[in-house]
């Protein structure tokens, strides 16, 4: 299958490691022109490297403050100064800390609401006027498996990341008319540092080791094992590209089968 990526310019948020880096990568094997951020120049410098050298398409990128407005816009501003012109946008960032309701305090609150709703609200926002001007574009942001099943361990992500399949949801009726299309893709458990991270935090609540808390995990999982970023980069990829023309206002599940909902 052609996904027309060819020629296409796509901004990839969070992507020096873990899910969105293998959307970037995936992005620039289809030959996609790729935008990459992150926090740190020197990580989008590696991160940039690195994928040259498995797909041999460089991707180009600048530093990216998911929680400050004004990186965000500058982020932005960078691709169109590059390329001219934007054509798709992962909406990415890192997820706010795991624990229960007794241990957050507004201004954990507060952070977790920057950090995952209103980067994802000053993102979109920001492409949306290119979009718009081109009539077409593609927007895509990464949730969680927890809008569809909440996790006890992660109070803050449940609440914010169903915030943002909510605003997709209902941005998806605003803008198809006008040729852009607004999706989610959940991961399930993608082998990426957070995950390991969360299996740590999982195997100190239950008083077992890592290797058993990851092992109860596998268990669960109809095909037994932790996702790849790569497999999950390419559904991200589909839903970015034309391939996906009529689909929009979806929210893609990639998680080998583990979560039970029917919908």
Not at 126 to 146: D, F, N, W
Request: overall charge neutral.
């Amino acid at each position: 299958m052609d996904l027309q990526l060819k020629g296409k310019v796509i901004l990839v948020a969070a992507s020096s490691s873990g899910l969105g880096y293998g959307i970037a990568e995936q992005a620039a094997a289809e030959g996609a022109t790729v935008y990459i951020g992150s926090r740190r120049a020197a990580a989008v410098a590696e991160a940039a490297e690195r994928i040259a050298a498995s797909t041999g398409n460089k991707p180009y990128g600048g530093v990216l403050d998911a929680t400050d407005p004004s990186s965000i816009k500058a982020w932005v501003q960078g691709a169109l100064d590059h390329s001219g012109r934007i054509d798709g946008l992962l909406v990415n960032a890192g997820g706010p800390p795991a624990g229960g309701f007794d241990e957050f305090d507004d201004d954990a609150w507060q952070g977790a609401f920057e950090l995952t709703l209103m980067s994802s609200v000053r993102m979109i926002r920001a492409v949306l006027p290119h979009m718009k001007k081109q009539r077409s574009g593609s927007i895509l942001t990464i949730t969680s498996s927890s809008v569809k099943e909440p996790i006890r361990i992660l109070l803050l992500s449940n609440v914010m990341r169903s915030g943002v399949t909510s605003l997709v949801k209902s941005l998806s009726f605003e803008l198809a008319e006008q040729g852009i299309r607004i999706n989610n893709i959940v991961p399930g458990r993608v082998d990426t540092a957070r995950v390991k991270k969360l299996d740590t935090v999982a195997a100190e609540q239950s008083g077992c080791s890592y290797e058993d808390a990851r092992m109860r995990q596998e268990k669960a999982i109809p095909m037994g094992r932790y996702g790849r970023t790569d497999e999950f980069g390419r559904a991200a990829v589909f839903l970015l590209s034309e391939a996906a023309s009529y689909i929009t206002g979806e929210t893609m599940i990639v998680d080998g089968g583990m979560m039970r909902t029917v919908w």
